[in-house]
């Protein structure tokens, strides 16, 4: 009789308790969501502040001018695009330097502006576009790929360099630009040559002359590594071949950034988690062979996929890891640290710090893009300007 009694109170018991777990109000209902809540959580790294948020194309460029104004960059690959550079004023974006430059016009290609892949703003705030000439990165249209000056204080172009069909071949996607105005009369130019189809290189412009040559053109570090395969959002980043099959996205050189005294550039395949350097004594002498130039190559090891490179004064390179929704940074030292991690760091682009001790950086979602995505277009507006205080300066290689 005594068990037969402590039977029913246990089964009474257990009945009570199944009933307050499920009632919404319950203690044990309440001490359930608590647990729930209190699970880990991916951390943070660092504080990004968002500058400005993109609710129509989707930005690439971005360029913090040292007088302080912000310039971005759409390029023309499929989305809606009325400019394809402008200025963020007054928390809205307007075309620069006006509207009527930035229509395309096939029939005078070199006076218009096509598609912009990436911008840059020197010391004397002059905004330098770099166009591809290739909308929907078709083969770059004859003269439309170019290099831009823009003097900001009278928004007026100072210098166009048409570049010529020997430096872009048919299959070229020219992606970033860097500058040293300490050699020749006006200074040279670094530009990446990204394309899918190969070869990538590396594009020397003497800026005085415009004359321009292709530098590393097939050399592996950068070709991008055949065997990478993007993992982003946990997803590999794939493409549909033309079996239909998904196949890897493969892009070649794409960031660069330069060392303090000008003397190394640095570059990285967009497939590839390596960072690689070349002396630009050899990249800037147009008489020096091939295998002078291939000798100065160095990789400097694994850095994280990135798409955006850029320096500081103080000899810091900076890389977005796409892979990792992280932005990060490389001390003089060799060593990498992470200086942001976050979730909204969604693909992070371009990179460009400003006399304000900022990093600017844009999150574009490239990786949703519907060729990635077997015609599904996945990405949700705003894409993001964000920033990150680095306490650096920008790197000013003037005479």
């Not at 078709?138 to 069909?165: H, N, Y």
């Not at 850029?310 to 990498?336: F, H, Q």
Request: contains cysteine; proline residues 8%.
């Amino acid at each position: 009789m005594t068990f037969d009694r402590y039977a029913a109170a246990t089964v009474v018991a257990v009945l009570l308790a199944a009933s307050l777990a499920a009632s919404p109000g319950s203690a044990c209902a309440q001490t359930a969501h608590d647990v729930v809540s209190s699970l880990p959580e991916e951390r943070s790294i660092g504080h990004i502040e968002a500058v400005h948020e993109f609710y129509g194309a989707m930005p690439t460029g971005v360029a913090k001018a040292p007088n302080g104004r912000l310039f971005v960059n759409y390029p023309r690959w499929g989305d809606d695009v009325p400019f394809t550079v402008g200025e963020i004023v007054d928390g809205r974006v307007v075309p620069y330097p006006n509207a009527q430059i930035n229509r395309p016009d096939p029939a005078h290609p070199a006076a218009s502006l096509l598609s912009v892949q990436n911008i840059v703003a020197d010391y004397r705030n002059r905004l330098w576009i770099l166009d591809t000439g290739a909308p929907k990165f078709a083969p770059p249209l004859p003269g439309g790929a170019k290099l831009v000056a823009v003097d900001l204080a009278t928004s007026k172009v100072v210098k166009t360099i048409v570049f010529k069909p020997n430096v872009l071949l048919p299959q070229s996607y020219i992606d970033d630009v860097r500058f040293d105005f300490r050699y020749g009369n006006e200074g040279f130019a670094y530009l990446s040559d990204s394309s899918p189809a190969g070869p990538g290189c590396i594009i020397v412009v003497d800026l005085a002359s415009g004359d321009a040559w292709r530098t590393l053109e097939a050399h592996p570090a950068t070709q991008g590594d055949p065997s990478f395969i993007a993992v982003v959002e946990g997803v590999e980043m794939t493409e549909d071949g033309p079996d239909g099959r998904p196949q890897p996205v493969h892009l070649a050189a794409d960031g660069l950034a330069l060392s303090p005294d000008g003397n190394i550039l640095y570059f990285s395949p967009l497939s590839s988690r390596h960072l690689y350097s070349v002396a630009t004594r050899f990249l800037r002498d147009r008489n020096a062979d091939d295998g002078e130039v291939e000798a100065t190559v160095r990789d400097l090891g694994e850095k994280g996929a990135s798409d955006g490179l850029t320096s500081d004064a103080s000899g810091a390179v900076y890389a977005g890891d796409y892979e990792r929704n992280s932005i990060r940074k490389m001390l003089p030292d060799g060593t990498w640290v992470t200086i942001a991690h976050d979730p909204r760091i969604l693909w992070p682009d371009a990179l460009s710090i400003g006399t304000d001790g900022y990093l600017y950086f844009t999150a574009n979602q490239l990786n949703r893009q519907a060729q990635f995505n077997h015609g599904s277009d996945l990405r949700k507006k705003p894409y993001t300007l964000f920033r990150i205080k680095v306490n650096a300066q920008p790197l000013e290689l003037k005479p």
